[in-house]
């Protein structure tokens, strides 16, 4: 189940609505991850049967006056909710499956600062932007290239801040799912133009 020399780091639990366990993924070092499940109390390798339910369903479900953010990770996931938010992530592929718990929630999508992250983007909120009462893509400034909210919030950016972007967040009305794959790209170059001077501003000590 875990090849040679790797070890287990972290270990992320599935569950299902009611609270059962669907499925565990395992973080290995070096880095790789691997899914196993139970069969009448054995673990086995793999995801099991039936549609992946979104990590974090639980919580989800447990806060429904809350909005929710949508991050590209389990650690991202983890990291949020520690701080007192509403986060959860979707195995690619299985989006609908997802909206189907998200239906009246405000949902904030904190992709990846990349190409990558800009797809995943746009696939969670074709999927989501139907159900939800509002559902919104966010830029975290000052966010390298490449970057996570986790190292985001790990360069010293606050939860308070974060809250301060959802507000001023760029509606799903922008239709991003529509854009060319150009359009994204222009748009991703720009942002990290403003993150690189916004980034130099402060090294000089300028401030707004």
Known sequence: MVARGARVVETYRYEHADGSPFAEKVRLEPKAFRWRHSVNGTLMSGKGNGPIPPYGLTRLIEHADQPVFIVEGEKDADRLNAAGQVAISIEQGHEATAAAHLAGRTVFIIPDNDKAG???????????????????????????????????????????????????????????????????????????????????????????
């Open 118 to 208: 800009s797809n995943r983007a746009r696939a969670v909120l074709e999927a989501v932007q139907s159900v939800a009462a509002a559902a919104r893509t966010i830029a975290l400034p000052g966010l390298d290239e490449k970057g996570d909210v986790s190292e985001w919030l790990d360069a010293g950016h606050k939860i308070d801040e974060l809250i301060r972007v959802t507000e001023g967040a760029h509606t799903a009305l922008l239709d991003l799912e529509e854009l060319e794959e150009t359009e994204f790209d222009e748009i991703r170059k720009s942002y990290l133009q403003l993150a690189r001077k916004a980034r130099e501003d402060l090294r000089r000590g300028k401030r707004d």
